[in-house]
Each structure stands twice: as C-alpha cells, then as structure tokens.
C-alpha cells in the first residue's frame, strides 16, 4: 500500500502524515489515526483529472458516443483499465484493491445461503435476486459488439465481479464525471456514526468538469454559428474551424479547487480506525450493495406491510385498505415509490408517518370513515387506544413470522458472535430487524 500512497501524491494528491493502513477488525485494510485530528481537518484530497470515470478513461469517447455512462459506463471503464494492466494510469489503484475486503454481496451467495434470508427486507428489495446481474452483462456484451475488440473479452463472472467492486466503491462527484473511483477515498470503511465526510464541488461545467470555464458561452456561440451556417452555406469552412474550438474545450478540465477530499467531521482520538458513511442505509442495502451488516444500525428498519394486509383480511377492513391505497400519493410523500414501502418501524421503535395515517384509518370509527371517503378531512384521533392494539398485533404478527421459535434479538446477537461468513451476516441482519420490532412493541 506504500506504492499506492506514493501515487497519490505523486498525482497531485494528499495523503494526511496523520493516518495509517493496518488491517482492520471489519476484515481487509482500513484507515486509522496516528494522532488526535481536529474536526474540520483535511485528511486526503486528489484532483478530479485523476479520478476514474466514464469521462477520464480510455473509452471515453466510445462510451459517450454510445451514452453508455453511469455505472454501467463505470463498469466498463474499470474493464477496460485494467486489462491494461500497469499500462493504465491507474494499475496501481488497482492493484491496491487486492489487498482490500472483496464486497461479499448476498445477491451472489449460494442459492442455500440465500434462503437465510427468504422473505426478508433483503429479498423484497431483490438483493437475492441476480436477474440484474445477467441483464447488465447482455448490456455490456451489446456495447462491447461495436467497439471494435478495444475491449478485451470478459466471462460473466468476471463482469459479476467488476459490478461488485465498482458498485461498492463508486463516489457520486459532480455533474460532469457522475459515478466515479477516487483512488484513496474508498479505503475508508463504513459506519452509521461516521468520522470523516466525502466532499466535492457537484456544481462544475456539464461540457467540461471545469469550476470555471467559457464552454457555456462557447456552445452558445457554436449554436448561432451552425444557424448562420445552416442559411448560408459560404461560412461553412469558417464554422467547421470554431466546432474544432470547442472540441478543444471538451476536454476534462482542472483548476486549484477542482478536487475531491475527505474532511473530519468529528474529533477523531488517536488509534481509532476512521469511519466514513455510504449513506442513511438500512442493512438490506448493506448486505446487498456492499456485503456487510452493522448490528443495531441506526439505519436500520423493518417492513410490516404483509402483516397489514393480513390484518385487513381478517378484519373485514378491505374498502379502507382499498381507499388508503387509492389516495395515499395525495396523504404521503411524492417520493414514497409505493405504500409498501413506508409501512416500517425503524431501530428506535418509531413508526413512520405514512403508517400512522394507516392506522389512524383502520381505527377509526364506520361514520367517520365514511365521511373521510366523501372527501372530508382525516383528523387526528383524541384517543390513541384502538389504532395502538392494531399496532400491536402487525407487529407480534411480523414478530412470530420469523420461523425461529421466538428468539430474541440478543439470543441471534449472541449466536451470531460465534457464527462465521455468511451465517454471521444473516444472523446479524435478522437479530436488528427484530430490535427494530422489540423497541416498537415496548414503546407501546
């Protein structure tokens, strides 16, 4: 990892005297303070024109022309980097990724190891499911058929694979690159209590990546020329002379301040390994996305809604359930892609908005639902009695659903200590989601 440090600053990069790589208690290496760092202290910053992105690499060009970007752009880039081996200005950020925890993801376990995790969050939001997998691959051989063998063969495994390190280290940077590595930032694993921040300007030139730059004007004036030249075909020398201009311009651009850094966030005491965060992400996006689980994550929640249904069925409460799913874009969040996916509790026992108006529903009175449904007005009940018994029993319901013989959460958490691989993650995932249930049911 000497060699990888040296390449960052060698590119124009930093690399703070104040940290360390040492093999970490999460497996492979991570990153730790030599020192106390001070909050707000620059610890790593790498220009953007040396960063890996569908803009930066070889192919650039291939994968513009094609609009083959995002990560299925990135992907590609990376495939077609390394087959260069250490011809790529990037071989040694490759090679630094032999030596890092490999992303374990549940969506490549055995299908035996996948049944650990039937019919739970992870299952609904198909991180068992490698349908994706193959459907990107049939995607990236199509690219690849009009690339003219620029890009060397790749089995499915091996693209399996390019997708998993991609996606698991991939930074969002700015308008212009999108999904990116940032050699060096990715070493920083994972926490919901995070210790340093991912920071980079997102607001760049969409033609260039520049701060600052005349593209914009650039293009305006290319557009008026093509116009003029579209109504007088004696200019057309003179405009083929300007669209080669701004070509020049296409370019990625730099400046001081055109970078990417990690920034403390935190007071960080000497000898801690330093924690960054991949975002607000409950464990089902953590197994799936990135092969690991955080025991009670503060992220963490827990779906209830085939309990609701089951409650509405046996309850004769089906025209409310209809009417709550006829009208919940109107009663919820626009962003909310379905009413599944909002019927939760989270690690502290709370219930989300969208499913209390759910049971502010189903508790309240015939007469008062029946004027809801002529357009009237859902108001808060003064007694909370009815809608907290209905509570209680989805969530007993979704308690007893784990086939388990009724295991507690500290009962998995211990098991899960002396359990091993994917076992391990499992036991860890179902032991939080039945934290989630415990604190909800006790804080009734």
Request: charged letters at 25%.
């Amino acid at each position: 990892m000497i060699n990888f440090i040296e390449w960052i600053q060698d590119n124009k990069g930093f690399f703070s005297d104040s940290l360390e790589l040492r093999t970490s208690p999460l497996g492979g290496i991570g990153v730790f303070a030599t020192e106390d760092i001070p909050e707000d202290t620059v610890l790593y910053r790498l220009p953007k024109e040396e960063i890996l992105s569908p803009r930066t690499c070889g192919i650039s060009n291939l994968l513009a022309e094609y609009d083959y970007l995002g990560m299925e752009g990135l992907v590609m880039a990376y495939l077609f980097e390394k087959s260069l081996g250490n011809q790529s200005p990037w071989g040694v950020f490759f090679s630094s990724l032999d030596s890092t925890r490999r992303p374990d993801v549940s969506t490549l376990w055995s299908d035996e190891d996948k049944m650990l995790l039937k019919n739970t969050d992870v299952d609904t939001i198909g991180g068992l499911d490698e349908g994706e997998i193959s459907s990107l691959y049939q995607e990236a051989l199509e690219f690849v058929s009009h690339c003219d063998d620029m890009i060397p063969p790749f089995s499915y495994q091996e693209y399996a694979d390019a997708l998993i390190i991609v996606s698991s280290r991939a930074f969002l940077v700015d308008e212009f690159h999108g999904l990116s590595l940032v050699p060096g930032a990715c070493l920083f694993n994972h926490s919901d209590k995070e210790d340093v921040h991912f920071e980079s300007d997102f607001d760049v030139c969409a033609l260039c990546g520049g701060l600052f730059c005349d593209c914009r004007e650039s293009k305006a004036m290319e557009l008026e020329q093509e116009h003029v030249s579209n109504s007088n075909n004696d200019q057309e020398s003179e405009n083929e002379s300007e669209t080669g201009s701004e070509n020049e311009n296409s370019s990625v651009q730099s400046g001081a301040d055109n970078v990417c850094e990690i920034r403390s966030v935190r007071y960080i005491q000497a000898g801690n390994e330093i924690m960054n965060t991949y975002g607000d992400e409950p464990n089902s996006v953590l197994v799936s996305r990135y092969g690991f689980v955080i025991w009670a994550n503060q992220n963490e929640s827990i779906n209830v809604s085939q309990q609701v249904l089951q409650y509405c069925r046996a309850n004769d409460l089906k025209l409310r359930f209809k009417w709550w799913k006829q009208n919940f874009g109107k009663l919820c969040e626009p962003e909310a892609d379905s009413w599944q996916s909002v019927v939760e509790v989270n690690i502290h026992g709370e219930v989300t908005e969208p499913f209390q108006l759910l049971l502010t529903i189903l508790a309240m009175p015939l007469k008062a639902f029946v004027l809801l449904s002529k357009g009237g007005r859902l108001k808060e009940p003064n007694d909370h009695t009815r809608r907290e018994a209905i509570l209680r029993e989805i969530l007993q319901a979704r308690f007893m659903a784990f086939t388990d013989g009724g295991m507690s959460s500290e009962e998995y958490h211990r098991i899960a200590n002396a359990a091993t691989g994917h076992k391990k993650l499992a036991l860890l995932y179902l032991g939080t989601s039945k934290l989630c249930l415990e604190k909800a049911i006790g804080a009734l």
